[in-house]
């Protein structure tokens, strides 16, 4: 079992900064950070594994935004730079603890946070 909380949204301009924290408890080999705005489906923004380490991150993402794990702590990471309004959404944490495969950024993930919301205003 793994529980996942998220922490860090919250409100600020475009071209600001967050950074978005989510506290697992366990080991998983492959997490992600996954977004929803209302109305739209969920989007799988950037994704990272413990062997390499490896990372992934979607093109609307790519540049702007860094995943990040440590280790010592348990604690991972989404650094968000240059944000844009388009970027508003509740934001998800997810894990997956089989190693050898990873689900990069589709929803195939065992194990979701209850969120934490962004909001980018114009």
């Known amino acids: 079992q793994v529980r996942l909380v998220e922490s860090g949204g919250g409100s600020v301009q475009a071209g600001g900064s967050l950074r978005l924290s989510c506290a697992v408890s366990g080991t998983a080999y492959c997490m992600g950070w996954f977004r929803q705005a209302p109305g739209k489906e969920r989007e799988g923004v950037a994704a990272f594994a413990q062997i390499g380490p490896w990372t992934v991150y979607a093109d609307s993402v790519k540049g702007r935004f860094t995943i990040t794990k440590d280790n010592a702590k348990n604690l991972l990471y989404l650094q968000m730079t240059s944000l844009k309004p388009e970027d508003s959404a509740m934001y998800y944490c997810?894990?997956?603890?089989?190693?050898?495969?990873?689900?990069?950024?589709?929803?195939?993930?065992?194990?979701w946070g209850q969120g934490t919301q962004v909001t980018v205003s114009s």
């Open positions: 997810a894990a997956f603890l089989r190693s050898g495969s990873c689900p990069s950024l589709s929803s195939d993930y065992e194990y």
